[in-house]
């Protein structure tokens, strides 16, 4: 096995997933401060990176692409979780962050769709680039709405709250994004 598709393969195992998460996790604790404001951004970025990490667990594991450039994008986007959790408490830091966040995790996806072979895995991929377009389109208009509603941040948490169980709701139950059996019956590798 070639040296740049190890972290590829590293990727797709569950151990990984669980020390990513519990890594953040761990940085999470360290950064809340017991403020109304700052736990609602911190339940939001809690339910954001688990979802974000799933999902690159997933498409790691069933597509089997050892593309050096794929863990190379799944960094970057780790990365950019490590600077949303340590920005927990400064909201506006935080909008700013899921922009460059959601254009990397656009890109991965891109770059995945492209050299997947699975039809289904680029319909995921699809799906994701369209949550993404719309999570930067949320986060511009944050930052732009930022100054009028600076005394009301609290309801911004508790929309971002909302809106991420929606979507997750939506992505795990409603269109079972993550499934890894066709309706046909074909399981997915």
């Known amino acids: 096995m070639p040296?740049?598709?190890k972290p590829a393969v590293f990727t797709s195992k569950k151990i990984f997933l669980?020390?990513?998460?519990?890594?953040?996790?761990?940085?999470?604790?360290?950064?809340?401060?017991?403020?109304?404001?700052v736990l609602l951004f911190a339940l939001s970025t809690f339910l954001?990176?688990?979802?974000?990490?799933?999902?690159?667990?997933?498409?790691?594991?069933?597509?089997?692409?050892?593309?050096?450039?794929?863990?190379?994008?799944?960094?970057?986007?780790?990365?950019?979780?490590?600077?949303?959790v340590q920005s927990v408490d400064q909201i506006f830091s935080w909008y700013v962050i899921l922009i460059p966040l959601f254009i990397t995790a656009i890109i991965f996806h891109a770059v995945y769709k492209f050299y997947a072979k699975n039809v289904y895995l680029k319909e995921v991929c699809?799906?994701?680039?369209?949550?993404?377009?719309a999570a930067i389109?949320?986060?511009?208009?944050a930052i732009l709405s930022y100054p009028w509603f600076k005394d009301n941040l609290w309801l911004s948490g508790v929309v971002n709250i909302i809106v991420i169980i929606a979507l997750n709701w939506f992505i795990l139950?409603?269109?079972?994004?993550?499934?890894t059996r066709?309706?046909?019956?074909?399981?997915?590798?």
């Open 48 to 84: 954001l990176y688990t979802h974000i990490l799933y999902g690159g667990y997933f498409l790691f594991k069933h597509g089997g692409l050892t593309k050096p450039t794929l863990p190379f994008l799944a960094l970057l986007i780790y990365i950019c979780l490590i600077k949303l």
């Open 137 to 141: 389109i949320s986060g511009c208009l």
């Open 173 to 179: 139950f409603k269109k079972n994004i993550y499934q």
């Open 3 to 5: 040296l740049l598709s």
């Open 18 to 37: 669980f020390l990513s998460w519990g890594f953040l996790t761990l940085l999470l604790v360290r950064e809340i401060k017991f403020e109304p404001l």
């Open 182 to 189: 066709s309706t046909s019956g074909n399981v997915l590798q």
């Open 126 to 133: 699809n799906f994701k680039i369209y949550i993404e377009l």
